[in-house]
Each structure stands twice: as structure tokens, then as C-alpha cells.
């Protein structure tokens, strides 16, 4: 499985995203992104901030509400260079549980993305995920 590419983020819920944004940049990360998606609780609001040589994303749940048990961490997400490759190499060797049949693409998310959730061994949820350039549909990296 030589696609994989590097640690890409680490998600955090936030009740309040501009506290969250400042207090990571006080650590000295810097907010690169910001976005939102629908959910069915509401428009979640999101911000990537790079720290050093990863990324953290916050997301503000658009209900105001923390997800219940899930923890203030609820993913981390490991970058691809070809997502589709990895979930099959995943599938025959039969690694991870996971959440969605095929990779959702979110063309209109972060400059253009597509990913796919699984469970890990202890249930934790881990997100594989493949950037493309809005433009041009090619792969950031």
C-alpha cells in the first residue's frame, strides 16, 4: 500500500470556531481553509488550520450541539494519492469496517475532495481522503 501519503488532518468539534481558530493560532497554526457543508442538523461550519506538517480541521455543528458519543474528536484522516486503489487493496486484505459502499466525491469542499470513513480495530473512525484541484480536477499533490 505504498498510496499512502501522510497524516492529512485531525477533526475537532467546536462550539465556537472563531475561539478555536484564535487559540490555534496563538499555538502558532495558521487557518488556510474555511468552508461549511449541509448536514441534517444544520450547516456545519469548518476551518483548516496547518500546524507544522499537519493539518487540523474544526468543525462547528450547525446545531451548536456536540455529537453525542463521539467525543470532541470524532476522525483523523490519512491522505491518498489514488483512493479507489487503497479501498480495494483495503477490501482484498479485509481491513476496516467501512462506513459507506463507495468513496463519496465533494467536488465543492475544500477546492474538491473525495473520501471514504472506516472503523479501525477499536472503533475508531478514520477518514482516507484524496484532495483535487478545483480547476482542473487533478490531484493536489
Wanted: glycine share 8%; aromatic share 8%.
Amino acid at each position: 500500500m505504498r498510496s499512502y501519503l501522510r497524516l492529512a488532518h485531525i477533526a475537532i468539534y467546536t462550539t465556537d470556531i472563531e475561539r478555536s481558530i484564535k487559540f490555534y493560532e496563538t499555538l502558532g497554526a495558521e487557518c488556510t481553509m474555511r468552508d461549511s457543508v449541509q448536514k441534517p442538523t444544520g450547516i456545519n461550519q469548518l476551518a483548516m488550520l496547518t500546524l507544522t506538517n499537519f493539518e487540523i480541521e474544526l468543525i462547528q455543528p450547525g446545531d451548536g450541539k456536540m455529537p453525542a458519543g463521539e467525543g470532541v474528536i470524532p476522525h483523523f484522516a490519512i491522505e491518498v494519492a489514488n483512493l479507489p486503489l487503497v479501498v480495494n487493496e483495503m477490501r482484498v486484505m479485509g481491513l476496516g469496517e467501512f462506513c459507506t459502499e463507495e468513496p463519496i466525491e465533494l467536488p465543492n469542499l475544500f477546492g474538491g475532495l473525495r473520501n471514504i470513513f472506516f472503523k479501525g480495530p477499536s472503533g475508531e473512525m478514520v477518514e482516507l481522503i484524496e484532495h483535487f484541484d478545483e480547476s482542473t480536477r487533478s490531484k493536489r499533490l
